[in-house]
């Protein structure tokens, strides 16, 4: 079998016309985001001897507790990114504004990322992970906060990384999502993953059954039908799992099929979901629809809500298409 590692992968795509050709400059972009990945991961695979366990005593602009992981790959990504030459400014969910590479406005792409998702799952040793969402540049004088604010079709690249029992990077340049594994003693992703593909049906869901008494009335009932399995409307069986880190959950429906749901709920109408539309929401919707499946927040598409802040929350629906259009349709006859 020829082994074939991401720089390989990117040469290939460099040489593409059109639908999921690269430039020069992506190439940069993301064998630095690898890199720092790799980097990250080494942290992670430590735990305590590497004493990066445990919060780091500040909040981020969300009001959450930040633990040292989410700061550490958080300064990793913007000092890495920044050296690349070819990034102009970053977003991230652990800072309050972007952060723009001073002098350098006329780079030509813009990065946004959550460094660390599920944060919760770090002091007890499970699945975490990298998101991150590549814009092109405005250009169009400083870099602000605004510049960012591109609906997420308009995204060039989106990828995760998952820090699991392998380390694997999933990315997409618009045209199909590939999969690498890290080989830890070469020090390089090998691409292991081939036009990754979501089922159509599937007999999965994902949602945190512990706020279901704050749900509205549609995603009530679609999960009242799933879990009255055979003897219900829907004639099967279905399974659940809750991993609570978004890019686990996802990394399953990519690997094989399933519904992942954070719905928006009751609790408080001023957020409209848990989940942020920029760096969590847009590239996990933008890699779901390349493997075929679909991304909406119950009412429309994700990948066409126009942007009105950087940490913008929105409802997520994603996975295998036949699903999300039942919620969607219980929804529109709600
Ligand atoms: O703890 P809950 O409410 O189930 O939320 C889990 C969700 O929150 C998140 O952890 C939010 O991500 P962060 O850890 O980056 O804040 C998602 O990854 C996950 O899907
Ligand atoms: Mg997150
Ligand atoms: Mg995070």
Excluded at 23 to 42: G, K, Q
Excluded at 152 to 179: C, E, N, S, W
Aim: charged share 20%; glycine share 8%.
């Amino acid at each position: 079998m020829t082994r074939t590692n991401l720089s390989d992968f990117l040469n290939v795509c460099t040489t593409k016309q059109g639908k999921g050709g690269i430039d020069a400059a992506m190439v940069v972009l993301i064998e630095a985001m690898a890199d720092t990945c790799r980097h990250i991961s080494a942290n992670i695979h430590k735990g305590a001897l590497a004493g990066i366990l445990g919060s780091a005593g500040t909040e981020n602009v969300q009001g959450e507790t930040q633990k040292q992981l989410d700061v550490i790959a958080n300064d990793m990504l913007l000092e890495s990114l920044a050296q690349t030459g070819v990034v102009a400014g970053m977003a991230s969910e652990e800072l309050d504004d972007c952060s723009p590479v001073r002098g350098c406005e006329d780079r030509p792409y813009l990065v946004l990322f959550d460094p660390l998702d599920g944060s919760s799952n770090i002091d007890v040793n499970v699945s975490i992970g990298t998101i991150f969402s590549v814009l092109q540049n405005p250009e169009n004088g400083l870099i602000t906060n605004e510049s960012f604010l591109q609906a997420g079709h308009t995204q060039v690249a989106a990828g995760y990384v998952v820090y699991g029992p392998q380390t694997q990077m999933v990315l997409t340049f618009g045209d199909g999502v590939y999969g690498f594994t890290l080989d830890r003693e070469a020090a390089e992703f090998v691409l292991t993953a081939e036009r990754m593909q979501i089922s159509e049906d599937t007999k999965e869901f994902a949602i945190n059954m512990s706020n279901q008494r704050h749900w509205y009335a549609p995603v009530q009932k679609y999960i009242e039908e799933l879990l009255m399995g055979k003897t219900g409307p829907r004639g099967k069986d279905f399974n659940m799992r809750w991993i609570a880190s978004m890019v686990a959950d996802v990394h399953r429906v990519l690997t094989r099929g399933g519904i992942f749901m954070y719905p928006k709920d009751q609790r408080d109408p001023s957020k409209p979901g848990k989940l942020r539309l920029m760096y969590e929401a847009n590239p996990m919707s933008f890699l779901v629809e390349q493997a075929g499946g679909t991304a909406c927040d119950a009412e429309t598409r994700i990948l066409d809500i126009e942007p009105l802040d950087l940490h913008q929350r929105c409802s997520v629906v994603l996975g295998s298409a036949n699903e999300v259009n039942r919620v969607l349709s219980y929804h529109q006859t709600a």
